[in-house]
């Protein structure tokens, strides 16, 4: 088979954009930002506090929970979508950093201490864990992590499950700033999330579509526009920023995202 005869990728289409930042808390206040009719948030916000955890489980839940489950229910809210009935792929470059330099840290000096409520929310599947409890979700649920790629990757993953199956998938991607030892093997600043629903067909919801296919050879990313958003770009989320900026701009635009320094994921967007 040649490549000719590999069947196109169909089109899908963007629902219930979200966005989380402390300098730009919500979808509606990045969107602003981002269009130049708004500015950040001073002073910065305080970790969100998703409604979608008990009061008690809202307070110990750690920052990547309280990132994801935020943007998660957001998207759901924008989309309209049912949120028990939708598969969904949560993405993180590193999981929960500040836990897990915890636990190097204990597990080297006395083991006998290790804090079982830490251990248990280490797991790189602790959020979308979060979620599926909190929702009643028993849908498929992926929580995926591909390093400096992860945005590409798990875009990748709902992109090919909302084609393959015919049926929305809620994507959502989430990252923390390193601490301790860890600082020195990882970058990531600040915290970043970013949720939507990709859908297999246009809705009154939807605000983009976008074609994509998988492209051979170094990608050429195109950097985050404006300064606000640049300000981000510490995040191992990054990668999402210039998707979010055109989906404010209400603008086309062809992306490419690296899945690997020799393959890319390519996006070409159109507005509703």
């Known amino acids: 088979m040649s490549t000719n005869d590999i069947p196109k990728p169909p089109t899908l289409y963007i629902e219930g954009p979200a966005f989380w930042a402390p300098s730009l808390p919500g979808w509606d206040n990045a969107r602003a930002a981002f269009r130049g009719e708004g500015s ?24 990547t929970v309280a990132l994801a489950l935020e943007v998660a229910a957001a998207s759901i809210a924008g989309s309209g979508r049912h949120a028990p009935d939708l ?58 992590s591909a390093f400096e790629s992860s945005f590409a990757a798990g875009l990748l993953e709902a992109a090919a499950q909302c084609a393959a199956d015919q049926t929305p998938v809620l994507l959502v991607g989430y990252d923390i700033p390193s601490v301790g030892a860890l600082s020195s093997v990882t970058t990531s600043r600040g915290l970043l999330a970013v949720g939507m629903v990709i859908a297999p067909e246009r809705t009154e919801r939807t605000v983009a579509s976008f074609d994509w296919s998988l492209v051979s050879g170094e990608a050429h990313t195109i950097p985050p526009r404006s300064d606000i958003s640049q300000a981000l770009t510490a995040n191992a989320m990054a990668d999402a920023l210039p998707l979010f900026e055109l989906l404010a701009l209400g603008e086309a635009g062809t992306l490419a995202l690296p899945l690997s320094p020799k393959l890319s994921l390519q996006m070409r967007l159109e507005q509703a």
């Open 87 to 144: 598969p969904c792929v949560f993405v993180s470059a590193h999981g929960d950093l500040a836990i897990n330099d915890y636990m190097c840290t204990v597990l080297a000096s006395d083991p006998s201490v290790l804090s079982p409520t830490k251990f248990h929310n280490s797991v790189h599947n602790a959020a979308v864990g979060y979620w599926t409890i909190g929702t009643g979700c028993m849908a498929a649920s992926n929580s995926i």
């Open 40 to 63: 950040v948030t001073e002073p910065p916000a305080k970790r969100p506090a998703p409604m979608v955890l008990a009061p008690a489980e809202r307070r110990r839940a750690p920052d």
